[in-house]
């Protein structure tokens, strides 16, 4: 296609829409106006990633996921977005999310429902800048506005503690983004001039910059402790069960769902390529850090009573796998990453929202409360039982393809290290289960007595989500094909 | 030279039309007319090059574009601050006409300062600014704080000008030719002999203190706190950010080629000024005394101007003087109209007065350094200059953590104002908030953003 035709492309639709959409929700007094407003505003954001998927082909569209506008031209910055694989994957991600928790949370009644909605828009935009930016700079600045709204958003309406908590989980993000911008800083110093510029922020030239060995191994942390604390990875994980316990439940979604996959993402695309050789050299500190937070997080998770954190700490013990595996450096286990991401997100929305509709009704989040909401809401429990199996990693759900093709990765890595993740997948098994058949089998007790089942629009939500969970765990290659550029790109980094 | 003589002018005329009319109002606008007016002489002196009076300084001052930009900075936000709080200087005290002469004097010296070119020039600049300032200080006469607060800014300023002085005639007595030209103090890079390095010392120590940096800050919670609070915020922003220019600018043309024989000093400088400015913050109750502090510790940031003395640091210093007195006039104006200024006083005010929460996160996001905001691109030229320069990595990263550790109070005023409902239910702030207020606080937002999204939008005025 010739460029000069194309007078808008789909990066930019992806960022700026939601970004718009988010101002006008601002100003949108009443809530029922505001709540159609945002849900209709997610949906043709879905609909762009839909039609960006369509040309994904970067090959032949180009041109249309692809752009760049002089931004500090003499600093060599440049508003360069772009969308390869693993951006597809994850805006997609991103724009399916949206409407599903809107729609799942859509009875809350929200005080003040203008900023809450024009804050989870801006988040949205914040989220799509981190995974189209093509440049440092511009990644910089999505990584730290996708977590200003979400700041707000958890302090305004979240639990009883949500200031104390909240606010560590942005002094903890905002520590780390500011580790990596000082190494942003140092990588930028030794990167080839553009014309305009001495040196230059862009994504190529960091993957050109020359850094020797030495320097490549403490600049490299920098960038990592950044990452880390935003998957989190054992040891900086303690800001995640407190945030995902007091922010508003919808809020935790967008956190848990696609805010985490920031931390996998930019491990994917600026960590390991720009610093190949400490990736090699660190990564049995890296993938034994991850192994022990797997282990860890599931053994907290046995003992959890709070629902909530219940799901804070599963996550935890799925996401270190992910990062355990990207640091393997096998195709295929970069490949079950990318499938990972995607499919945790789907899952993990999905739990949350049994959560969500579990609180709502009975009032509690206590698992030792709960009971026998099976003979109450036999629809719920058999969403919950698919999900809760597709957090086990079972065969036929998607979770299973990922997970497989992630430990055949850390296979071929280190045996040793695989025989330890792999106990995380019986201690999932042992918590998952245990907390399915407390809260929805046995008897009913006056708490969840009054349970009822639930609503059209919930069940919709539900099936799209199930959908997914078998779509791919059967059929997962569409998902492995979007992704090849990247995979190919990261794994030739390491040759 | 346009700025220094209107300005000087301008002072005398605010002070005389005291005597013709009685009018409070009539100074305020006779003020604004006088910035305004001086602004416009400036930009046409960098426009065109020449000034309206020729006269032969015989290159005491210097009147580069770098120098005249940072004068139309100091005027643009002495501008922005007779606007916003004009009406607040009125409520000071009897004499409104000569707050606003002092001001202008003030001013006239902060031009000074930007151009001088000799230790003489400098040393006249610095007094011209001090002096008034010492008044204003203590303006609220019938304050003890007040009271308390000029006096002791003056002994203390005093002091740091004596030692400004013996600095000053141990660098002439060195230099090889006798010669107060800051070019003629050392050539070359050799060691510097002992009187020039004596004398180094002497100026760092007195220009330490001028821009109340670690360890020579002592008086500047006491006097911030003490002061008026309308004074307070023009000395925390326009007149600290002069100071700095003149400290950069001195060491640049002075020492530069000895760079890193004085390198050491300003690393300890830096690290104990972030250290203590933003520690000592963290336990401040009063919003008031806390931005005190933090400007200590915004201070620490742009010492590192003159740790690196590079493109990145001369770009960056502009951009920080900018944004830092752009964010720090906006949240003290706005702390002018609270009745409380503790932090819980701010509690609520999210819901009561949006615009002024509103703005005022903008102000505090931007001292903080987030992206979007004018004070992420400043912290950013600031540490690129550090990085550039390729030694003490060190030092940018205890500037980060300490960047970190000022997200914590800053974020305090802003917890309490969307987070927390008032205890007393109702706090109708104490003056008025006219719209013409507002709309000014939101002009200023408005630019901290603009700059925070162009900042070449400044720093290409250096080049043309």
Redesign the interface.
Known sequence: MDPKNIWITFPELLTWFPLMAGLVAFIIRDEKKVKAWALAASFITLGISVASLVFSDNTKYFYLNNVSYFWLKYVGSNLTLGLDGMGHLLTALTALAFPLIFLATGKTNFKNAGAYYGLMLLTQSGLMGVFTAMDVLIFYFFWELAVIPAYFLCSQWGGERRIQATFKFFVYTFTGSLLMLVGIMYVYNHTYPTPYAEHSFALNAFYSATLSAKEQNWVFWLFFVAFAIKMPVFPFHTWQPDTYEQAPTSTTMVLSGIMVKMGIFAVIRWLVPVFPAAATRFDNIVIGLSVVGMIYASLIAIKQDDLKRFVAYSSIAHIGLMCAAIFAKSSIGLQGVMIQMFSHGINIIGMWIVVDLVEKQTGTRKISELGGIAHKAPALTIFLVVIALANIALPLTNAFVGEFMMFSGLFHFNIIYTAVALISIILAAVYTLNMVQKVFYGETNSITNAVQEITLNQKLVLTVLVVFIFLFGVFPQPLLDLTRDTVTLITTRFK | MNAIILTAAWGVLMMLSGAFSSNKAMAKYLAVAGVVLALIVNCMEMNSGAPFFSIDVKDMLRFNSFNLTFINIALGCTLLYFLLNGSDIEKVGEHVPEYFALLFFVLSGIAIISTFNTLLMLFIGIEIVSIPLYILTGSDKRNLKSNEAGLKYFLMGSFSTGIMLLGIALLYGGSATGSFYISNIISGNAPMPPMIAAGLVLLLISMAFKVSAAPFHFWTPDVYDGAPTVFTSFMATVVKAAAFFAFVRLFENAFGSMHAQWQTLIVILIAATLLIGNLTAVFQQSVKRMLAYSSIAQAGFMLFSLFALNGFAKEGLVLYAAAYSLASIGIFAILIKMNDYTIDGFNGLGKQQPVLALTATIFL?SLTG???TAGFQSK?YM??AA??K?QH?WL??LA??C??IS??YY?RVI?AM???DSAAGEHTPDNAVTPSFKALLVLTAVLIIVIGLF??FITDWLYF
Do not use: D, E, N, R
Request: hydrophobic share 60%; no cysteine.
């Open positions: 996001l987030i992206p979007l950013f540490l690129m990085v550039q390729g990595t940018v990263i980060v953590l960047a970190a997200a914590y974020f917890q969307y987070f927390k900042p070449s």
